[in-house]
Nanobody, 127 residues
Framework: VELVESGGGSVQAGGSLRLSCISSGDINKDYCMAWFRQAPGKEREGVATLASDGRISYLGSVKGRFTLFTDGAKYPLYLQMNMLKSEDTGMYYC??????????????????????WGRGTQVTVSA
């Protein structure tokens, strides 16, 4: 399974971007999908997750600004980002794991919990 992200770019603070993630193949019906981001010099952090039971979780700093959704199928997986801030700058990655982990498909789960990764799409927000 290969994941491919798109939709990144450069925007001013307050602007919006929509990221998309597509997959070259299908994954298990019990899954956890996520968007991560990594700023220069910082660790990769989970931004939003979607479990196969429909539960969605968000990183606290993006709640109310970012929305994770699909069109009904697993992919494309979208991340609508509104009211962007300079601290949202970073490389954004799509990730997937073939287990929903019994309710532990949450943003606090680290990158090691995921099997499949995309190469990332850069988001730059200028103040």
């Amino acid at each position: 399974v290969e994941l491919v992200e798109s939709g990144g770019g450069s925007v001013q603070a307050g602007g919006s971007l929509r990221l998309s993630c597509i997959s070259s193949g299908d994954i298990n019906k019990d899954y956890c999908m996520a968007w991560f981001r990594q700023a220069p010099g910082k660790e990769r952090e989970g931004v939003a997750t979607l479990a196969s039971d429909g539960r969605i979780s968000y990183l606290g700093s993006v709640k109310g600004r970012f929305t994770l959704f699909t069109d009904g199928a697993k992919y494309p997986l979208y991340l609508q980002m509104n009211m962007l801030k300079s601290e949202d700058t970073g490389m954004y990655y799509c990730a997937a794991d073939e287990s929903s982990r019994g309710g532990l498909c949450v943003t606090s789960a680290g990158p090691d919990e995921y099997v499949y990764w995309g190469r990332g799409t850069q988001v730059t927000v200028s103040a």
